[in-house]
């Protein structure tokens, strides 16, 4: 049992920085911006937690570091390609590949520096429960925002006014201006609100998962993070069961090094990649459902009237 428990909370970890991303950008995507650029906001997350908790010794004032650098980041795509109408996938993928590059920078005196971990938080008497208690009831603060955010996405998206402005927006930006909804400001909010939550995603990297700094200790994860958001169908709830497949794929690699299990150690780091192609791959021979469920404005720029 307790080698089955720390396998459990090892899939948890893995899972929760895949699915505070995905969350994020369904938001973003769901208004009609396809941000390329997660990988490059987590990782800016991830170094700005982690320089923020060792300047200040508070992981928690290292969360909040952590999810305003991967807002302004965010700003940064915003500014691109709302105000200046520049391509959306060229420039996610350039502000990947500038995230990857100015982290490695910033956080170069970082690296092999001890951390500081962020700790559990205990809830009484429900923690005490076997097996489900420290699953579920002895996690750090970010697991629990975790919750908190995708039921948070799933109301406001299904159920509050703003979320119907959203995805009206994403559905037809030009039928939602002449509603009177502001389309540039709202993808405006809903990027930040997704470069918040790349930013959370790599905060929980250096402060939880490995509390050190790696250089692109991101490792593919906001691309994993891209593939979620298509692999749910733009449906939150779809998000969390997908975090946690992709979770467990990554968390098998280790363990069965661990068992001494005779498979090559490339093919197993290659195994979280392999699952999200097969996983595209499943999901493009069933194009009905997936076209019914993409926002129709997806990827394309808005100009309002002048």
């Not at 899972?15 to 994020?24: K, M, R």
């Not at 405006?188 to 250096?206: K, T, W």
């Not at 969390?240 to 968390?251: D, Q």
């Amino acid at each position: 049992m307790g080698i089955v428990e720390a396998i459990l909370l090892s899939v948890i970890t893995a899972s929760t920085p895949l699915v505070i991303a995905a969350c994020g950008e369904l938001v973003t995507e769901r208004s009609g911006v396809l941000n390329l650029g997660v990988e490059g906001m987590m990782v800016m997350g991830a170094v700005i937690a982690f320089m923020a908790t060792t300047a200040t010794g508070s992981p928690y004032l290292g969360i909040l570091a952590g999810i305003a650098g991967g807002a302004l980041f965010s700003l940064l795509f915003g500014f691109l390609t709302l105000t200046l109408v520049a391509n959306q996938v060229a420039t996610g993928l350039a502000l990947t590949i500038l995230g990857l590059g100015v982290s490695g920078m910033l956080g170069e005196a970082s690296v092999g520096q001890p951390g500081i971990k962020l700790p559990p938080i205990d809830i009484p008497l429900l923690a005490d429960i076997p097996v489900i208690g420290p699953l579920l009831f002895r996690q750090d603060l970010i697991f629990y925002l975790s919750v908190a955010l995708v039921i948070g996405v799933n109301w406001f998206l299904f159920k509050s006014r703003a979320g119907l402005k959203l995805r009206a927006v994403g559905d037809s930006h030009s039928s939602a201006h002449a509603l009177g909804v502001g389309v540039i400001r709202t993808r405006y909010l809903a990027v930040i609100f997704g470069g918040a939550c790349a930013g959370l995603a790599g905060a929980q990297l250096s402060l939880v998962y490995t509390p050190q700094w790696v250089e692109n200790m991101t490792a593919g994860r906001g691309w994993i993070a891209l593939a979620l958001v298509v692999f749910a169908s733009w449906r939150p709830w779809r998000v969390v069961a997908g975090g946690y497949l992709f979770g467990a794929v990554s968390i098998s690699q280790l363990h069965a090094q661990a068992f001494g299990i005779g498979i090559p150690s490339q093919f197993l780091s290659a195994l979280p990649y392999a699952a999200t192609v097969i996983v595209l791959v499943l999901i493009s021979r069933n194009r009905r459902t997936t076209l019914i469920n993409t926002p129709a404005s997806l990827g394309k720029s808005f100009v309002p009237d002048r």
